[in-house]
């Protein structure tokens, strides 16, 4: 698979060449700490110090490389430290809550004081969400054309969702 970089990530990565390769052994280091436990304005700086470099410099150079590291991670060409790198990915994505039970009643008003034929129909829902070991509930109502928008609008996306272009992504991001 060929791996593509953008005019900025090659500026950004223009210092490998030039540098040692015990410095841009250090680089590819920070870059993985970068990773694990996110950015150090101290590292940047004794970096800066020890190259001759501004710290914006060296940050970004920084940041490039770790750029680099995942996207070639993402298409299996950077093997050795694939796993670690696609675990620490892992970890920083959201713990986004996640579906668990669903209540739901349906209630009519037939008719009231001052207007005898009358039909409105309302829905109330209990929606459980479960995020990890957090459970949250939210209680929602609605009348019928919203619920019948707001169905057709997941129709929609679920049907994205599985869309050839979609699924091509995806595969991809795995």
Request: aromatic share 6%; with cysteine.
């Given at each position: 698979m060929l791996l593509v970089l953008s005019e900025d990530h090659k500026e950004h990565?223009?210092?490998l060449p030039k540098v040692d390769a015990a410095v841009a052994s250090e680089f590819c280091r920070i870059a993985l700490e970068f990773l694990k436990k996110g950015t150090s304005p101290k590292i940047y700086e004794g970096a800066a110090r020890k190259l001759g470099a501004s710290v914006e410099a060296v940050q970004r150079g920084v940041e490039g490389l770790m750029y680099l590291m995942t996207e070639s991670s993402k298409c299996m060409l950077y093997l050795q430290h694939q796993s670690q790198i696609r675990r620490m990915l892992s970890l920083l994505s959201p713990d986004v809550p996640a579906y668990h039970n669903l209540?739901?009643?349906l209630d009519v008003q037939l008719a009231?004081?001052?207007v005898h034929h009358q039909v409105c129909p309302s829905l109330t829902m209990h929606l459980v969400l479960a995020g990890g070991f957090d459970r949250s509930s939210v209680v929602l109502q609605t009348d019928a054309g919203t619920l019948l928008h707001l169905i057709s609008s997941?129709?929609?996306?679920l049907a994205?969702?599985?869309s050839s272009a979609t699924r091509r992504v995806l595969r991809n991001i795995k």
């Amino acid at each position: 698979m060929l791996l593509v970089l953008s005019e900025d990530h090659k500026e950004h990565l223009s210092f490998l060449p030039k540098v040692d390769a015990a410095v841009a052994s250090e680089f590819c280091r920070i870059a993985l700490e970068f990773l694990k436990k996110g950015t150090s304005p101290k590292i940047y700086e004794g970096a800066a110090r020890k190259l001759g470099a501004s710290v914006e410099a060296v940050q970004r150079g920084v940041e490039g490389l770790m750029y680099l590291m995942t996207e070639s991670s993402k298409c299996m060409l950077y093997l050795q430290h694939q796993s670690q790198i696609r675990r620490m990915l892992s970890l920083l994505s959201p713990d986004v809550p996640a579906y668990h039970n669903l209540e739901w009643r349906l209630d009519v008003q037939l008719a009231t004081r001052s207007v005898h034929h009358q039909v409105c129909p309302s829905l109330t829902m209990h929606l459980v969400l479960a995020g990890g070991f957090d459970r949250s509930s939210v209680v929602l109502q609605t009348d019928a054309g919203t619920l019948l928008h707001l169905i057709s609008s997941l129709e929609a996306a679920l049907a994205t969702l599985k869309s050839s272009a979609t699924r091509r992504v995806l595969r991809n991001i795995k």
